[in-house]
């Protein structure tokens, strides 16, 4: 099924109240059924009354002096099996994405890593990621999709990604249908949205209205 990853950043749209408040808007009994969606949240502990929801990061340390950290045993205790990892806006070392994919395979934890191009793409399927969420860093936030701007780089790293085993989502700019549609096509599993939902009149109408 083609997944939709609701990033909610730390929006005042989709912050402190506001949280609970999007986050039932986007669960509506009547969105579409061919909707599979997963949400990355800073406020953890709404796993226990959310489903699908994911972390925003994660680190790769376990129990111990580790201030300031996110470990993945105290997500998974809320309920929180999977974390974006690597986003434009907050990027990590190689050798620690490799160490947080190696205990995310230990603990059964989904992550979703973003890469910004190619080589990163391919260096990240390298490392046994299972998901990768291409997002070129200068059309993120923006009114011009990688869909229609970038359709030959999708393609490819959509090749380089099912040479490793692994699933292509595709974010930056996505915010119509055509999007979507263009990203299936080229072989996207799903796509990795933001602004276009959250900040949106109707965030409830905005995320469906992607749907194909």
């Known amino acids: 099924m083609f997944q939709t990853v609701v990033n909610l950043k730390t929006y005042s749209e989709s912050m402190g109240q506001n949280t ?15 909707l599979k969606i997963a949400v990355p949240v800073t406020r953890v502990h709404l796993g226990k009354e959310f ?28 309920g929180i099996k999977g974390s974006l990892l690597n986003h434009s806006e ?9 160490s947080t994919i190696a205990k995310a395979a230990e603990l059964d934890f989904n ?3 973003c890469s910004k191009d190619l080589d ?4 990240i399927c390298q490392m046994g990621a299972t998901v990768v969420a291409y997002e070129p860093p200068e059309l993120i936030g923006g009114d011009i999709s990688v869909a229609i701007s970038k359709p030959h780089i999708i393609e490819q ?10 699933r292509l989502l595709v974010g930056a700019g996505i915010k119509t249908k055509k999007d979507v549609e263009i990203s299936r096509e080229l072989g996207a599993s799903g796509i990795l949205v933001s602004s276009g939902v959250v900040k949106a009149k109707d965030p409830f109408y905005a995320l469906n209205s992607l749907m194909i």
């Open 51 to 78: 489903e699908n929801l994911i972390s925003q990061h994660v680190d790769s340390v376990s129990f111990g002096a580790h201030t300031g950290h996110i470990l993945m045993e105290d997500l998974i205790s809320f």
């Open 90 to 98: 907050k990027r990590i070392p190689k050798p620690i994405i490799k």
């Open 20 to 34: 609970v408040s999007l986050l039932r808007k986007l669960r509506n009994e009547k969105s579409s059924p061919s």
């Open 120 to 123: 990163e793409t391919k260096e």
């Open 157 to 166: 790293a959509v090749e380089i990604c099912q040479s490793y085993g692994a």
């Open 111 to 113: 992550l979703i890593i």
